[in-house]
């Protein structure tokens, strides 16, 4: 078993950030993990637009697991001439954290009958 340190967690979470950036996040289900992008024709599916304008086909199916999923965005994003997503560095990861004023915002929350809440 591979043991992460606190600077594996830290470059992780840094690279899934990123990725949220891009318009993307990975999602595991039938055994596989796939590359998500949302609908195409949004601008915040960054990811979709810059393949699209450099010629790349990513294939969303990843037969590897996360990390697997990462290295192969890593690599479309090297053939588009960008940077990996660990580039991102230390701002990004600050400002998706939210490190300035951490809690809840109970205005982001509201109450329903049972059988009628939603995510939006």
Same mark, same amino acid.
């Given at each position: 078993?591979?043991?992460?340190?606190?600077?594996?967690?830290?470059?992780?979470?840094?690279?899934?950030?990123?990725?949220?950036?891009?318009?993307?996040? &990975?999602?595991?289900? $039938?055994?596989? #993990?796939?590359?998500?992008?949302?609908?195409? /024709?949004?601008?915040? !599916?960054? =990811?979709?637009?810059?393949?699209?304008?450099?010629? &790349?086909?990513?294939? $969303?199916?990843? #037969?590897?697991?996360?990390?697997?999923?990462? /290295?192969?965005?890593? !690599?479309? =994003?090297?053939?588009?001439?960008?940077?990996?997503?660990?580039?991102?560095?230390?701002?990004?990861?600050?400002?998706?954290?939210?490190?300035?004023?951490?809690?809840?915002?109970?205005?982001?929350?509201?109450?329903?009958?049972?059988?009628?809440?939603?995510?939006?």
């Amino acid at each position: 078993m591979i043991a992460y340190t606190g600077s594996d967690w830290a470059d992780l979470a840094k690279r899934l950030l990123a990725l949220g950036q891009l318009g993307c996040h &990975i999602q595991g289900r $039938d055994g596989h #993990y796939w590359i998500e992008t949302g609908e195409p /024709d949004r601008e915040r !599916a960054r =990811l979709h637009h810059l393949c699209k304008k450099h010629g &790349i086909g990513l294939n $969303d199916k990843i #037969y590897g697991g996360v990390l697997s999923a990462l /290295d192969t965005i890593d !690599a479309a =994003l090297a053939i588009c001439g960008k940077a990996p997503l660990l580039a991102y560095g230390n701002d990004l990861l600050d400002c998706q954290l939210d490190l300035g004023r951490p809690g809840v915002d109970p205005s982001r929350i509201d109450r329903f009958a049972p059988g009628e809440g939603w995510i939006a």
